[in-house]
């Protein structure tokens, strides 16, 4: 079975830190990304990488980057959070690029 | 970026019944999944479908790859408890990204 775990299931952030969401997958895939969910807007995809120091911009990538050092971490940073990035955080995982994605149990993030 | 519509919005049944739901989406998808979510948790992957016409079933759910790509179909039997949750739809046209249906909140009355 896949594993995509995620750091931490609950964090409160101040506005202005810089916040670190990780990810790790235990299944060798090449493909990760980091989505954010919101009520009425589903999944909306912040970035995704294909490879190791590979990363892609997704629709809404503003107020963030990502880092992958490692084939099976891929982290998302805040650089200075902010109220309107109190979210879900879900990290997902892929083999290859024709096949379904696996989701990590998320992350709430609250910037107050 | 794209999104899915996907209909209802929510649902509320008595336990027993069986659930329809759908996605459909303008352009043309080559992949079509499904996935619930329970609250607090990330979305547990249900179905996939790869071609069109495709009718696939896990237990009491059954999901179709629409005819015309465009859109797909997800009926879950005999509703129990803890078929409660959101469902979501996600498609994959020719590129990697895929995009994702608003969910439908699916209550289930014992």
């Known amino acids: 079975d896949v594993k995509v775990t995620q750091s931490s299931r609950y964090l409160v952030k101040r506005t202005g830190e810089k916040v670190f969401l990780e990810c790790v997958q235990d299944?060798?895939?090449?493909?990760m990304f980091w989505y954010r969910q919101d009520p009425g807007l589903g999944l909306r995809l912040i970035y995704f990488?294909?490879?190791?120091?590979?990363?892609e911009k997704g629709d809404i990538p503003e107020g963030y980057s990502v880092s992958r050092e490692k084939k099976e971490r891929f982290s998302l940073i805040l650089e200075s959070a902010s109220t309107n990035q109190t979210s879900m955080y879900l990290c997902?995982?892929?083999?290859?690029?024709?096949?379904?994605?696996?989701f990590g149990p998320g992350t709430r993030l609250t910037v107050l | 970026g794209q999104q899915l519509n996907q209909s209802p919005q929510s649902m509320f049944i008595q336990e027993g019944e069986d659930v329809s739901m759908n996605c459909t989406s303008s352009?043309?998808?080559?992949?079509w999944l499904w996935y619930k979510q329970d609250p607090g948790e990330g979305p547990v992957l249900l179905i996939a479908?790869?071609?069109?016409?495709e009718l696939t079933s896990n237990g009491r759910l059954t999901a179709q790859f629409g005819i015309t790509r465009k859109d797909s179909f997800l009926n879950i039997s005999a509703s129990i408890p803890s078929d409660v949750g959101i469902y979501f739809c996600?498609?994959?046209?020719?590129?990697?990204?895929?995009?994702f249906g608003t969910g439908t909140s699916l209550t289930v009355i014992p």
């Open positions: 997902a995982s892929q083999e290859g690029r024709n096949n379904e994605q696996f």
């Open positions: 299944m060798d895939h090449e493909n």
């Open positions: 990488s294909y490879d190791v120091k590979m990363k």
């Open positions: 352009s043309i998808f080559n992949t």
């Open positions: 479908l790869y071609k069109a016409g």
């Open positions: 996600a498609g994959r046209g020719t590129g990697n990204q895929f995009y």
